[in-house]
């Protein structure tokens, strides 16, 4: 004999395939889905003059890729933001562009990335002076258990920069000044410089880093420890050093990318999704997952 479903078992099984039809996908689903979809990275990722470029560039750790592909120009006195989820790619390929994830036994990079005409991942280039060439800031402030002037001449003695300690004096001056440090320091540069506050901190890492005369300076969150008047600070003088210097920074902010940065870069799972005016990423993004990142759907 054939069971028949009560009324009350016909309701449950209508509500259960209704709910099933009705049931929106979740965020991570969403951004699952749509990475199936990013092909070619959109938008302007190439620079008329480049300062910085990068071709098809993998990046693996282990047997997991962390980088797809990606190639990229950073054009000369340029910033370019990188944003994008936790753990999307953009801190990994920032510390390619100066040999930094050399120090990771696991990490294999591969394809091409050139400052101007050098090979940056030629088998003879030094990384020494490549990184004097290609500074970098860090997430947190790391001034050196040193004073706040041993700290800023650090640099220019180790390459043999100056023969006069006059120089040095001019050198060490000169970058806390281009720093927005000088006047909160000059009389006591010989004091710690741990003794400073985050802000201060942070400014004296990136004079540290100006002393040499780098041509391309990088930033993986400078501001994400500070507070917001210190964080201020920070992005004006990037706004000032970009007259100077070609600037890369990796930010979780995405009003501090709008802030300082000319071109935005959005990464996704190790993709370069778009690259854009950073105007036209945030108010009129050429991809999907751009626009969904950043009008809070995922991140």
């Known amino acids: 004999m054939q069971a028949v479903n009560t009324p009350i078992q016909e309701n449950e099984k209508l509500n259960a395939n209704t709910n099933e039809a009705e049931r929106k996908p979740s965020g991570a689903e969403q951004m699952n889905d749509s990475a199936a979809k990013v092909g070619k990275t959109v938008g302007k990722p190439f620079?008329?003059?480049?300062?910085?470029?990068?071709?098809?560039?993998?990046?693996?750790?282990?047997?997991?890729?962390?980088i797809h592909d990606v190639s990229l120009d950073i054009g000369k006195n340029e910033v370019v933001a990188?944003?994008?989820?936790?753990?999307?790619?953009?801190?990994?390929?920032?510390?390619?562009?100066?040999?930094?994830?050399?120090?990771?036994?696991?990490?294999?990079?591969?394809?091409?990335?050139?400052?101007?005409e050098l090979d940056v991942y030629h088998p003879k280039q030094d990384v020494v002076p490549l990184r004097a060439r290609v500074g970098i800031v860090f997430q947190k402030p790391n001034p050196f258990p040193k004073s706040i002037y041993d700290n800023v001449a650090y640099g220019p003695r180790i390459h043999g920069l100056v023969e006069r300690k006059t120089d040095l004096d001019e050198i060490v001056e000169n970058s806390l000044r281009r720093a927005s440090l000088w006047e909160e320091v000059k009389d006591r540069l010989h004091a710690p410089g741990t003794g400073l506050s985050g802000g201060q901190q942070q400014r004296l890492c990136i004079a540290r880093t100006i002393a040499v005369s780098p041509e391309v300076i990088l930033m993986d969150e400078p501001c994400s420890a500070l507070d917001p008047i210190a964080t201020a600070k920070i992005e004006e003088l990037i706004t000032e050093l970009s007259e100077k210097f070609t600037i890369a920074i990796v930010t979780h902010s995405m009003q501090q990318a709008a802030r300082v940065s000319h071109r935005t870069a959005y990464f996704h799972m190790g993709k370069l999704?778009?690259?854009?005016?950073?105007?036209?990423?945030?108010?009129?993004?050429?991809?999907?997952?751009?626009?969904?990142?950043?009008?809070?759907?995922?991140?």
């Open 82 to 116: 990188m944003i994008g989820p936790s753990g999307c790619g953009k801190s990994t390929f920032l510390r390619c562009l100066n040999r930094m994830n050399d120090t990771i036994e696991i990490c294999k990079v591969s394809g091409e990335i050139k400052l101007e």
């Open 273 to 299: 999704v778009e690259v854009n005016d950073t105007k036209r990423v945030f108010t009129n993004p050429e991809h999907e997952l751009t626009e969904a990142y950043i009008t809070g759907r995922f991140g």
């Open 47 to 66: 620079a008329k003059h480049p300062k910085m470029t990068m071709r098809n560039v993998d990046v693996f750790y282990g047997d997991k890729q962390a």
